[in-house]
């Protein structure tokens, strides 16, 4: 059995092929922006700043990403995606739900919730994405909530993904 690599798991942003730009990964298919992933070591690389408006009003905000299994020859198998630290800030919070249409379903505005997702808040609890084929992705949802009356800080949050490797 050769192990799927960390580097072989890219995380691209939706919405459409070209798109390069976080605030607009809302829904549909994977970005295959030619050398373009989602950094994973950035601030802003799935959310914008919380504005003051948002923050004294109260704001949730949703992203789909893409998780695709970039090995050529090996399947992914027995994935999960887990929220390993929630966000720094005690005003805000992050959800996730894994979307197994292909491609994601479509939203209105950043504001609008996907519809029948099953949504995880607990940190460290494991959200199946089952296998993913060589060159296969799945769509992941993040909900950001910001309370009313938040004060502005700084913010991050953590996602993990897991996996066990075969060959196909």
């Known amino acids: 059995m ?39 070591d950035n601030f802003n690389n799935i959310f914008d700043n919380v504005s003051g408006a948002e923050s004294a009003s109260g704001d949730a905000e949703y992203r789909c990403i893409y998780a695709k299994n970039a090995n050529t020859a090996n399947t992914l198998v027995n994935g999960y995606v887990m929220i390993g630290a929630d966000t720094i800030s005690p005003s805000t919070d992050i959800e996730i ?10 939203v209105a505005n950043e504001a609008t ?46 996602l993990i993904f897991g996996w066990e490797t075969a060959n196909d």
């Open 2 to 40: 050769t192990a799927i690599q960390l580097s072989e798991l890219e995380f691209r942003l939706s919405w459409w092929a070209g798109n390069v730009n976080p605030n607009q990964s809302l829904w549909w298919n994977m970005s295959t922006a030619t050398g373009w992933l989602i950094p994973t």
């Open 97 to 106: 739900a894994v979307d197994t249409n292909n491609p994601a379903q479509v």
């Open 113 to 158: 919730a996907p519809s029948w997702l099953t949504w995880q808040s607990a940190a460290n609890a494991k959200l199946d994405i089952g296998n993913l084929a060589a060159g296969a992705a799945v769509a992941i949802w993040i909900k950001r909530t910001v309370t009313a009356g938040a004060s502005a800080s700084s913010d991050s949050f953590e």
